[in-house]
């Protein structure tokens, strides 16, 4: 039997996630369930349905892409960023792969841009460090 959007998204995105290891997109849909119900079934449906089950690129460079989008819109980002870095580790990029691709980014978006996009990977491998050792 063919999968629904709503079924291979939410497959995806578990495929992205580690509950227990940092920020998730469960989190932020059950935050906004409240207010914007239809949220979750939006990233689910159409972000992890369709958008991220395209062929071609791996979880990695996907993971990749989305981090360099979320560190070019600025500093408006950075909860968002948050979630993606966790969600770049789970794809099993490491710390350095990410902290270079934002490194990558200086000479297009700017200085302040990408020591936001650090403090916060930092805060991200932080956390997740304390985690692994609680």
Known sequence: MMKTRYEKGLETLRSYTDEEKGTNHFELMKALEDIAPDL????????YGDIYNRDHLSKQSRALTVLSSLVTQGSGSLPQLELHINTALNAGLS?????ESMMQLIPYVGFPSVINALTQARKVFQERTEKALA
């Open 40 to 47: 979750g079934t939006y990233i689910i449906e159409f972000a």
């Open 95 to 99: 710390e350095k792969e990410i902290i």
